[in-house]
C-alpha cells in the first residue's frame, strides 16, 4: 500500500554501499522509519531531500506492520538549510530531534506535534528570540507523549511547592515524602521558572510572541526540562528491554 504525506527527516542512517535508513516525522503516520534505496549516489533521484530538517511531500510503501518500509517520492517543500549550516542552531535543533525520536513511538500519527515542529523550525532559523521555539515544542512534546512534568502542585496533596522529582515526574511537597524518598533526584525551581512553565503549557502557539522572560529563567526551565525529558526515555528504554527479556524466556 501506498502512504502519501508531508515528512520532516529527523535523521539518516547509512545502509550498505548506497542505501539508507531515513526517519521521518509525518504529519499522518508520525515517526515512520523507511528504507532508501541509494541516495547516497550522486545522482540520486532524491537529490539532496533527505538531508535532515528537509520538509518534503512524500510517499513510501509497504504493507500494515511492514517493518521498513520503502521511500518512494521525497519532493522538498523548504529545506532549513540555514538550520543545518549554523552549528549552534544544528546543535539545538539536534536535541530537540533525538527526544522526539525517544519519546515517540513509530506510526502513531500526532498531527498536532508535527505543525509545532515545523513552526519552531522556522522560529528557530529566523528569530533572535528562539528559545521560545525550543522551549514550546519541549513542552508540547512532553504533553503530546503524555510525559508532561507537573509542577502546578504536589502530585500527592496538590499544594504548592518548589523540588520536582524526577521519578514522581513532578513536584511533590516536602510533607508527602516518606523517608526512603528524601535523596530522590530532584531539582529546585524558582516561582518564576514555575510559572513560565504554566504559560507555556496553557498557551497556544500564536500566544507564543507575549513570553520574555529572563535569559537565567530559560535556563533553569530547560535545565529541568531536559533532566526530566532523559530521566523519562531511559527509564522507558529499561523498561522495554525488561519486558523483550522477559519475553524471550
Ligand atoms: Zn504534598
Excluded at 504529519?27 to 530538517?53: C, H, I, M, N, W
Excluded at 518564576?192 to 526551565?221: C, D, T
Amino acid at each position: 500500500m501506498l502512504h502519501r504525506t508531508e515528512g520532516i527527516v529527523l535523521n539518516s542512517l547509512p545502509y550498505g554501499e548506497a542505501d539508507a535508513i531515513v526517519s521521518f516525522f509525518t504529519s499522518d503516520y508520525g515517526v515512520v522509519r523507511v528504507f532508501a534505496k541509494g541516495p547516497r549516489k550522486t545522482k540520486s533521484r532524491f537529490g539532496s531531500a533527505l538531508e535532515p530538517l528537509t520538509h518534503s511531500r512524500m510517499a513510501f510503501w509497504g504493507r500494515e506492520h511492514t517493518t521498513l518500509p520503502r521511500l518512494t517520492q521525497a519532493d522538498i517543500i523548504y529545506p532549513h538549510q540555514k538550520l543545518r549550516e549554523e552549528f549552534g542552531c544544528f546543535l539545538r535543533v539536534s536535541e530537540i530531534v533525538e527526544m522526539t525520536l525517544g519519546l515517540l513511538p513509530e506510526m502513531a500519527p500526532h498531527r498536532e506535534l508535527f505543525d509545532i515542529m515545523l513552526k519552531a523550525l522556522r522560529l528557530i532559523e529566523t528569530d533572535r528570540l528562539a528559545y521560545r521555539g525550543y522551549l514550546f515544542y519541549k513542552v508540547k512534546l512532553l504533553s503530546l507523549s503524555g510525559f508532561l512534568p507537573r509542577l502546578s502542585g504536589c502530585a500527592r496533596c496538590g499544594r504548592s511547592g518548589s523540588s520536582f522529582y524526577f521519578q514522581d515526574g513532578s513536584i511533590v511537597c516536602r510533607s508527602c515524602l516518606d523517608g526512603n524518598e528524601v535523596g530522590n533526584s530532584r531539582v529546585e525551581l524558582s516561582l518564576g521558572a514555575i510559572s513560565v512553565y504554566e504559560k507555556i503549557r496553557l498557551w497556544r502557539w500564536e500566544m507564543l510572541g507575549r513570553l520574555v522572560p529572563s535569559q537565567r529563567l530559560v535556563q533553569e526551565l530547560e535545565r529541568m526540562l531536559n533532566l526530566h525529558i532523559r530521566f523519562t526515555i531511559d527509564k522507558d528504554i529499561k523498561t522495554n528491554s525488561f519486558i523483550i527479556a522477559h519475553q524471550r524466556r
